[in-house]
């Protein structure tokens, strides 16, 4: 008895290490378990997400239900590309890799399904096609033939600033406040 314990928890560890969302699906659709890193891209918690319906957190639930049926009908699914919504309205952009796992006896159970955040590498791939992903909402400027800073210009470095200023750095080490290096 306690090894089975011992072999529950070791699995248990072994899912939360991922750091993917995890889900497993019953045959009926509804979520049978999830990981934390499920719990942080929907907002919700575990106990929130067993019993309902897989399909419920994504931005097109319909194209989630066919993904999930693909797996059911042909086993697995690889970079089925989803959106994920969070209970805040924020969406995460995933590609979903999912396979059928089996009982004891050989039946299929359900499905184990892995969610790869692909915001950041979406980010990448759209620089420099011309494509900017811009936020919900953000107003875009054309600034041809304008001079373009970051909001936040390192006075230290830069010359534009005054000059060289290599010398601040003994007399604030010596004590000197910034008042009085000015």
């Known amino acids: ?9 070791y699995h248990r ?11 497993t699906i019953g045959p009926d659709g509804r979520i049978t378990d999830a990981n934390a ?8 918690g575990r ?11 994504f931005l097109e639930p319909e194209r989630a239900r066919a993904g999930y049926r693909q797996v059911l009908a042909e086993g697995q699914v690889r970079d089925y590309p989803l959106t994920i919504r969070h ?10 890799n999912a396979s059928i796992y089996l009982n004891a006896a050989g039946q299929v159970q359900g499905v184990f399904a892995a969610a790869r955040d692909m915001t950041e590498r979406n980010k ?9 992903p811009a936020a919900a909402g953000a107003e875009i400027v054309d600034a041809e033939g304008k001079l373009v800073t970051p909001g936040l210009v390192d006075a230290h470095t830069h010359l534009i600033f005054g000059g060289w200023r290599q010398n601040e750095l003994g007399m604030k080490l010596h004590g000197k406040t910034y008042l009085e290096i000015q």
Request: hydrophobic share 40%.
């Open 1 to 9: 008895e306690e090894a089975l314990r011992e072999a529950g928890a």
């Open 13 to 23: 560890r072994l899912i939360e290490a991922s750091l993917d969302p995890l889900v």
């Open 37 to 44: 890193a499920t719990e942080t891209v929907t907002g919700r």
């Open 47 to 57: 106990q929130d997400l067993i019993g309902t319906d897989f399909a419920d957190y």
């Open 87 to 96: 209970v805040s309205g924020r969406t995460t952009d995933v590609l979903y």
């Open 124 to 132: 990448s791939a759209a620089f420099g096609t011309g494509e900017t």
